[in-house]
């Protein structure tokens, strides 16, 4: 049998346009949308209530953009998914450039979250999945790591062109580099893996095809809830205290100071783990992993009524970077770890559905949690026990054996 000596392996290139593509989504994600939203609210003439009440609806209907984005990338491959998802978000940024009236806001921002929040971001982690089987948790780290700085990039850079030249012409250059990212993406992503990639990145023994289940085993398994749950837990929390951070912190009479060196520091901690939930998940169990992360966040909910200084801040958001920053690796890394490669668009997207309605609902219930109850403490003390059984039901719950058929 002939020796197969490849220089380097061509998943790598991948795994880079695939963290691209997870920045690209930028302008789909809360946080991008927050860069232009004061602006584009001043310029439509809209209250706050108003883009609130829109944004909801379009988080939600977005979230609808999964299974066929999945179907898409299991069909056509990564590649031609790729390079549809973000031609198609980078002109609907174009349009939304140019919007001038409230029912043009409320079709391009659904597009925006569908096309980006959803469907890229299933692409995206399809990518790498479909690519890495054996250093899965290692690429996945990787990833997260280069995603983390890419995004540290793009958010100042986007803020900088709102600032300098207005949200039209910055939103309308994001397009456009959007529209380039794809004609990279479909140059890159080509081809598939095959079988000299699998047996580089298998190793000499993992010639023959990986098991896969199927969306409808996938489905059917316990633990596939309770992991996709449990990610749609982390993104109710996490979009709540991103999106209210600073009226978070301003509850317990911190300042916009605090507030920026908070941010920070989740930031930087949050890449930090990133890299070791990928080294942790290399070397371990991803569902036990799980469950230790969510069960981190637990002490950090609890502790929250406590905070009074500008250093309990720090260290607050500083564990909170920490859970978040495994629980993110886990999440990219889990569903083709357990399920295999065959369907993995199809599954991702049914999860990505799930916590794409757990961002879209989790800042609506903090909020309610402030405005009848005057505080955010009820929210975060109320979630307590509902992370811990999550935790442990991450713990105790069987992964999934055997695919029981090979149908597509």
Known sequence: MSTIKPTAYYGWAALGIAALAMVATLPGRTQGLGLVTAPLLEDLHLTQLEFAGVNLVATLVGASFALPAGWLIDRAGVGVGMFACELALGLTVLAMARIETFAALAVTLTLTRGLGQTSLSIASLATVGKWFSRRLSLAMGVYSLVLGFGFIAAFPGVQYAVERYGWRPAWGAVGYALVGASLLSLLVLRRA?????????????????????????????PSFWVYGLTSALYLFIASATSLLNELILRDRGLGADTFRAALATTAIVGILANFVGGFLGARGSLPRLLAIATALLVPSLAAYPFIHASWH???WAAAMGAAGGI??????????????????????????????????VGPVAFAASADRLHSYTPAFLGLVPIVALAAAACWFVKAPGRPMARGA
């Open 327 to 360: 629980v993110t690796v886990v999440f990219f890394t889990i569903w083709g770890a357990v399920y295999g490669p065959l369907h993995l668009g199809k599954i991702q997207g049914v999860a990505q559905g799930l916590t794409v309605l757990g961002s879209a």
């Open 193 to 221: 893996p095959d079988r000299q990639h699998a047996e580089l990145e298998h190793g000499a023994q993992a010639g023959a095809p990986r098991q896969s289940h199927t969306l409808r085993e996938a489905l059917s398994t």
């Open 313 to 315: 801040a720090i260290v």
